[in-house]
């Protein structure tokens, strides 16, 4: 069996822990099967260059920022590739460029092109073990660029893709997708199996197991994969195509998402282009809004709120500036910062009704207020005071019945 594993930067972030992965390595090898690792960053050092880059620069050019960033796993894939063999494992490293990543798209942000494993394929061929560079690639003009944070989950779906694994494995620091970051909701339950679209709409509304990109790309590409834990061998979660038993469950999981801003614009005009006007200006400076909340006019006028991360409010006024001056003598700009999402997934959502109610009803009795609501076919998301957002969690979390049976004392 050809087998692709990928170790995320707590699985590599010590010595002690490289040495980990190489024993799981080699006992993979010792069973018979052929075996390509793809690696992040040692944990934490994606941070501390992006810290070493703001030390020098107050807005880094992302060009040098991809040179920067891809020495993360430019480092790991050689200290673990030692480390095998260190325990007697032939392997050797490849870079992004050298596994093929081909990329295209902005610096910092690229995505995966097209793969050209022929030289990672034919040193499994050889017999020995693969130990490849996530979060890197090469674009068409041949500078490094790198997948956004959290990449190396592409990567490593994408390789698996590409060398035509039999099994692809994310290892993580937890043993498995839980029904909440079990983190912030200690009763959250491993679930032993999720669809492709229910992970893609946690991870897109804050669920970091998994890098969103990277579900995309395995629903697109029909990578089936597990996600388990790199320091014990229990059962993790299988992703893959939706099943009628599926439907089951109302709610599959509870995401929340920190750190968000809500801009309002009021006394918008109630003529037609009016938010083409605005969305487009964010949009021209690449500012990703999330949810976004229209009134029906009032007196003539409109009001649009919208989402964004905190760290884009700043921008965003910005940008709005000059469309303001646009709207009229009317137009007014409010923001809230301080507030956070928080998102139910599933797929029974489709054939079940009344989840909404249930999920106000249960905030409601915990007294905790709700701000803005969207929903889409498997998705409720509403926001509020980022102080509320874990007891919100938990919440809803119990209020659907994903808590875990109390174990015995
Ligand atoms: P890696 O470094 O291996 O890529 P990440 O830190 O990116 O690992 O992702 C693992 C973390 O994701 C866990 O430590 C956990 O706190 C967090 N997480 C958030 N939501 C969930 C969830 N629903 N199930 C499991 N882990 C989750
Ligand atoms: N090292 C990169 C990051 O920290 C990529 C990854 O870990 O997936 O985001
Ligand atoms: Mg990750």
Redo the contacts with the bound molecule.
Sequence with gaps: MLIVQKY????VGSFDRIRNVANRVKALRDEGHDVAVVV?AM?GVTDQLIGMADQLCSNPPAREMDVLLSTGEQQSIALVTMALHAVGVDAVSVTGRQAGMTTSGSHTRARIHKIDSSLSRRYLSEGKVVIAAGFQGVNEEGLIQTLGR?G??LSAIAFASSVGADLCQIL???D????????VVPE?RKLPEISYDELLE?ASVG???MQSRSVEFAKKYDVKFEVCSSLNNNPGTIVTEEHEAMEAAVIR?V?IERSQARVTITGIPDEPGMSAQILSALGDDEINIDMIVSNIAHDGYARHSFTMHTNDLGRAQASLKPVLANLGPEAKLETEAAIAKLSVVGIGMRSHSGVAAQMFKALGQAVINIGMISTSEIKISITVDETNIEDAARVVHGAFGLDSAPTEP
């Design positions: 995320g930067g707590t699985s992040s944990g959290g190396s989950d993580t620091d937890v498995g997708v839980y029904s909440a970051d079990p983190r959250a946690l669920t970091k197991v999981g995401s």
